[in-house]
């Protein structure tokens, strides 16, 4: 079965390092997504990507963050500067179309130091 | 804004018991509804949805109605497995996101 896998799993960095997530999206779908979720907290949405463009992005989404898809396969979301509140589960997730419906990834677990 | 309310967790049953897990929602429109499921070391999978008032979804012995009277989605099982033990959210599109609630582990003990 398809799947959506995200690379590394875990992560630690020092504040105020540049930090990449990567993601594989399953093939035929058009939607990308982050998402992340602090520990004891709600899944909460950072962004939405489609045609190349972000469609939607949350206010945590700032200045820092970043997303491209370099090549036809992978989606990435890019942290400039580190923060010790960064640190979470950065889960990616895509979808064929909007409907709500979404194929997560396991997700990367990022830990700021 | 949207958003969706899920009662705290942890929630400890054995097998064969019934299940409830309680969201409400708080929504301008008539948005779609979802539970997620997160079994340990995995990530969220779609369990069900409902796009419109009095829609009922189900899966996998999971049912739930979207109530628009009461705002509200609630989960329900007939009896729960072990294998169901992970953590259940609830969320509800919002645009192109979705928004969704803390989460509720529950445990399903033999």
């Known amino acids: 079965e398809p799947e959506v896998t995200q690379t590394p799993s875990h992560q630690v960095t020092q504040m105020g390092q540049e930090v990449i997530l990567r993601c594989v999206p399953i093939?035929?779908?058009?939607?990308f997504y982050w998402y992340r979720q602090i520990l004891g907290q709600k899944v909460e949405f950072l962004v939405s990507?489609?045609?190349?463009?972000?469609?939607?992005k949350s206010e945590i989404f700032d200045d820092q963050f970043s997303v491209e898809r370099p090549d036809g396969s992978n989606f990435t979301l890019k942290i400039r500067s580190t923060k010790l509140e960064d640190s979470a589960m950065y889960f990616c997730?895509?979808?064929?179309?909007?409907?709500?419906?979404?194929?997560f990834g396991e997700g990367s677990r990022l830990t700021v130091l | 804004g949207n958003s969706v309310t899920q009662m705290e967790g942890p929630v400890t049953l054995s097998e064969e018991a019934f299940l409830t897990i309680n969201c409400t929602y708080t929504?301008?429109?008539?948005?779609?509804l979802f539970w997620y499921v997160q079994y340990p070391g995995e990530g969220l999978q779609l369990l069900l949805k409902?796009?419109?008032?009095?829609d009922k979804g189900s899966n996998k012995g999971f049912e739930a109605t979207y109530r628009k009277e009461t705002t509200s989605f609630h989960l329900e099982k007939g009896s729960v497995q072990v294998s169901d033990s992970a953590v259940y959210f609830c969320?509800?599109?919002?645009?192109?996101?979705?928004?969704f609630g803390k989460g509720t582990s529950l445990l399903v003990t033999p």
């Open positions: 929504a301008t429109g008539y948005p779609s």
């Open positions: 409902a796009t419109k008032a009095d």
């Open positions: 997730a895509s979808s064929v179309k909007y409907t709500g419906e979404l194929f």
């Open positions: 093939s035929n779908h058009l939607y």
């Open positions: 990507f489609y045609n190349n463009e972000i469609s939607e």
């Open positions: 969320a509800l599109n919002s645009g192109y996101a979705l928004n």
